[in-house]
């Protein structure tokens, strides 16, 4: 199955993207420490940005990953798309392996989609760029 996938320029669009919203969310954690407040009770950014757009900016950097992940290389050929092909298996077994292991030591452990989809999306790029160097 084939599917179309962004031109090449979209993987500079989506790392701006994604570091412009990384930025902007990570600076929550940030003026806590810089501040000394506690972890986590106050939330500097978010409270000048309001809630619904500080989400908005922590669903914009999902949105830049997935953009460069869908993006073409400067030579798209066969064998960068089953690169592609096997990156995603590595990373779908590799997540696999990790939820069992989690299973095994507390079964009550939940995980939301929230912390799912950072993880697999960056595992893939990371799997992606060394089976890409390796070859």
Do not use: C
């Not at 292991?101 to 992606?128: A, C, H, K, N, R």
């Amino acid at each position: 199955m084939d599917f179309q996938i962004l031109p090449n320029w979209g993987k500079r669009l989506g790392l701006f993207i994604f570091f412009i919203s990384m930025f902007i969310v990570a600076g929550d954690s940030f003026m806590d420490g810089y501040k000394g407040v506690p972890s986590g009770t106050h939330h500097f950014v978010k409270d000048f940005l309001g809630s619904s757009l500080f989400y908005f900016f922590d669903v914009l950097t999902l949105i830049g990953l997935l953009i460069y992940m869908l993006s073409k290389e400067k030579i798209e050929d066969d064998y960068i798309k089953l690169l592609r092909l096997e990156s995603y298996q590595i990373t779908i077994i590799i997540l696999l392996i990790i939820a069992l292991i989690i299973y095994l030591f507390d079964v009550s452990f939940q995980v939301s989609l929230g912390m799912i989809l950072p993880i697999f999306m960056l595992l893939f790029l990371i799997t992606f760029y060394f089976k890409k160097r390796v070859h």
